[in-house]
């Protein structure tokens, strides 16, 4: 079974920036789709962007569109999420998330991470 560990995560101000990884140990996930995913505090989680396995498309949510990019490395077993511009509400313990044909079927993300903190000030 994969395991997924994120990274990068920490505290900016509001118009700064942050890159997330998402790395997968104990075998590739070059064939699986990958999603961020967040969970505000006292919110329940929900959808940030996605990936397909070759990276040809990309899914994000309305609140994040033209500030924050995907993007996967396969040989580097890693998916990146590079946030700009980043808002107090942006707060939340991003995790990523990954499975076949996730995209189409989000019921299909099953490997998860443990999550990372990101704390924008205002």
Known sequence: ??????SGGGL???GGSLRLSCT?????????????FRQAPGKERE??????????????T??????FTISRDNAQNSVYL??????????AVYYCAAGLGATYDPSKFVIWGQGTQVTVSS
Do not use: C, H
């Open 1 to 6: 079974q994969v395991q997924l560990v994120e």
């Open 12 to 14: 900016v101000q509001t």
């Open 24 to 36: 997968a140990s104990s075998r590739s996930f070059s064939n699986d789709d990958v999603g961020w």
């Open 47 to 60: 959808f940030v962007t996605a990936i397909t396995w070759r990276g040809v498309a990309t899914y994000y």
């Open 62 to 67: 309305d609140a994040v569109k033209g500030r």
């Open 82 to 91: 590079q946030m700009n511009s980043l808002k107090p509400e942006d707060t």
